[in-house]
């Protein structure tokens, strides 16, 4: 079965860190790009990061650069997102989702995880 799973969220403060990962299982993770999402209450879903299958290429919003790194390792099936100098505004719900490249739009994807909260404040 076919299925990505997040994890890693929580509660931080302002200025800290969380690494986020994206388990893939039912496929091959190499021959797909994944790209993280986040949606905060009452906002659109927004692509935050994403990196490609063949070239590894990364993507970031500008909202999250230089604080924000994407990585894979495809021996463990598994894409991370570390975050670093947390902000109370990348407070959300983080999705990663399956693509055949790096789409902008988010309708591109066709699987997505169940999602994982990340929350900063003090």
């Known amino acids: 079965q076919l299925q990505l799973v997040e994890s890693g969220g929580g509660l931080v403060q302002p200025g800290g860190s969380l690494r986020l990962s994206c388990a893939a299982s039912?496929?091959?993770?190499?021959?797909?790009?994944i790209g993280w999402f986040r949606q905060a209450p009452g906002k659109e879903r927004e692509g935050v990061s994403c990196i490609s299958s063949n070239d590894g290429n990364t993507y970031y919003a500008d909202s999250v650069k230089g604080r924000f790194t994407i990585s894979r390792d495809n021996a463990k099936n598994t894409v991370y997102l570390q975050m670093n100098s947390l902000k109370p505004e990348d407070t959300a719900v983080y999705y990663c989702?399956?693509?055949?490249?790096?789409?902008?739009?988010?309708?591109?994807?066709?699987?997505w995880g169940q999602g994982t909260q990340v929350t900063v404040s003090s």
């Open positions: 039912g496929f091959t993770l190499d021959y797909y790009a």
């Open positions: 989702a399956r693509g055949a490249m790096c789409f902008i739009s988010k309708y591109e994807y066709d699987y």
